[in-house]
């Protein structure tokens, strides 16, 4: 059997009915932008149960299994290439790992002989029959506090059929049986649909083969704990024929940003008046508030988006309930500008440039060329370009406004390409502003601000996005002044 896989669309739906799960993270380009995955991720439990099944078929004639623990450890995209390697077996153990260009993301352990740990305590869970009522697997994702986790219990009905487990995970399911394949299956459901629900990340788990359970078809629940601060929530499950404990955490839920009754005093009526600022990328995050607060100056705003279109339509529905004037646009920063600025019915005054790719992401080395080159895309060229053409379609000249970042000064390592991207557009805005004729720049460096990027698990510090924001466009429309970017 091959040791590696492409987690294409097809695989990726096919594993989504099999568990139940369908939380939007996995299942929806727009919601799962609003995560810090940026992007589709493929389930966890998808890569354990595939991971499993590489080494069952390559270890033909394994132990019999006693414990099971694993780690999800980085994401996984929908459409990536991921390896399976066996990095020890012994009679007594087996060690794998699950890998995206060289990187881990899961960590798989089977144990042969029991352990000298004390045991799990078991959920007692009732041998439910075809008849018999159970929760109902959610058709959306629950959207619970952290506070209503605390103590929750129940019991939840495989999804997954025998005939589907076997044609996904046929060497698992015949070293595990059915049973415990669904229960794994079911895991993801629990954690990504129950608890923590909707804003969940799988973190690991740690498992018994149980038999007083083999033969039930739903899988026992009970939060055993929940760690306010840090947002951990952990489950003791039983099901299937097995035991033992799940590792999640509650994601913070998507930054919302102020609404134009809080903006609006921020900006005077007429500071704005007269432009047609184009803000890219502001159907939500900065550039959406950064369109408030143009609208709220009296300026007409074009707020676009790539993938986000009911995201924009009701960032332009909340301006113009307020009485400012705003529209929306498809717009693609790695794509020529040209024929997308062509569709506008007149050519932008200013130009807002929050385009922007996932910043948090996997990477080898202190310098991932994939990354850097990715960035570049929409931090320098994306930008260029998009300047260049409004030039072309306003010759009398345009304004620009582009976030850099204080990162480029002080960084953790995993932002360094993107820190780079961010200085080399502050030297082509600089030289822009000085050798593109009616070409005016602003170039700021934001200090850490409310997205839904920058939204963790843990409490950080930000600054008020409305304080750093407001004094941006004021200057962004102010009389053009002579010189360098600001």
Not at 27 to 47: F, I, N, S
Not at 256 to 278: D, F, I, S, T, Y
Request: hydrophobic letters at 45%; a neutral charge; one cysteine or more.
């Amino acid at each position: 059997m091959p040791m590696s896989k492409s987690f294409d669309a097809d695989s990726h739906a096919q594993f989504a009915a099999l568990s139940g799960d369908f939380n939007p993270m996995h299942m929806d380009v727009v919601a799962a932008r609003r995560t810090q995955a940026g992007a589709p991720v493929v389930h966890g439990m998808h890569t354990l149960l595939w991971l499993l099944d590489s080494v069952a078929a390559r270890q033909r004639g394994l132990p019999k299994l006693v414990g099971l623990k694993a780690r999800f450890l980085k994401m996984v995209y929908v459409g990536e290439r991921v390896d399976a390697e066996i990095m020890q077996s012994s009679a007594s153990a087996l060690r794998a790992r699950a890998l995206v260009d060289g990187i881990e993301v899961v960590s798989l352990s089977l144990e042969f002989v029991p352990s000298s740990r004390p045991a799990l305590p078991l959920l007692s869970v009732p041998a439910l029959g075809p008849g018999s009522a159970a929760t109902p697997t959610p058709s959306s994702p629950l959207d619970l506090s952290i506070e209503q986790m605390a103590g929750r219990s129940g019991t939840l009905r495989f999804s997954a059929s025998r005939a589907a487990v076997v044609r996904l995970f046929p060497s698992a399911a015949e070293y595990l049986g059915t049973s415990r394949i669904a229960a794994l299956a079911c895991t993801s459901c629990l954690v990504g649909m129950v608890v923590p629900g909707l804003h969940s990340l799988f973190g690991g788990l740690e498992l018994s083969m149980d038999e007083g359970s083999e033969a039930s078809d739903v899988l026992g629940y009970a939060v055993t704990s929940v760690d306010q601060r840090y947002r951990l929530v952990r489950l003791a499950v039983r099901g299937g024929g097995l035991a033992g404990s799940l590792d999640s955490a509650s994601r913070l839920p998507p930054v919302k940003q102020a609404e134009m009754a809080a903006v609006a005093p921020h900006m005077a009526g007429n500071e704005c008046r007269g432009a047609l600022a184009l803000v890219v990328g502001g159907s939500r995050g900065i550039g959406e508030l950064t369109a408030k607060l143009v609208a709220a100056g009296g300026g007409h705003v074009i707020v676009t988006y790539r993938h986000g279109q009911t995201d924009a339509e009701a960032v332009a529905r909340e301006i113009e309930a307020w009485g400012g004037n705003c529209g929306t646009a498809a717009y693609d920063a790695r794509q020529d500008a040209a024929p997308q600025l062509a569709r506008l019915a007149q050519a932008p005054t200013h130009v807002y440039y929050f385009a922007t790719p996932t910043i948090f992401g996997r990477k080898s080395g202190l310098c991932d060329a994939r990354r850097l080159d990715e960035f570049n895309a929409f931090y320098v060229t994306g930008f260029l370009g998009l300047v260049e053409a409004c030039r072309k379609l306003r010759p009398a000249g345009v304004s620009a406004f582009y976030p850099s970042t204080v990162y480029v000064e002080s960084r953790p390592a995993e932002m360094t390409e993107y820190a780079m991207a961010k200085a080399a557009g502050e030297i082509l805005c600089a030289d822009m502003h000085k050798y593109l004729r009616g070409v005016r720049v602003i170039a700021r460096r934001l200090p850490r601000l409310p997205t839904d990027q920058t939204n963790s698990l843990l409490p950080t510090g930000t600054a008020d996005a409305l304080e750093v924001m407001a004094p941006i466009v004021r200057d962004m429309h102010a009389t053009p002044s002579s010189g360098g970017p600001s």
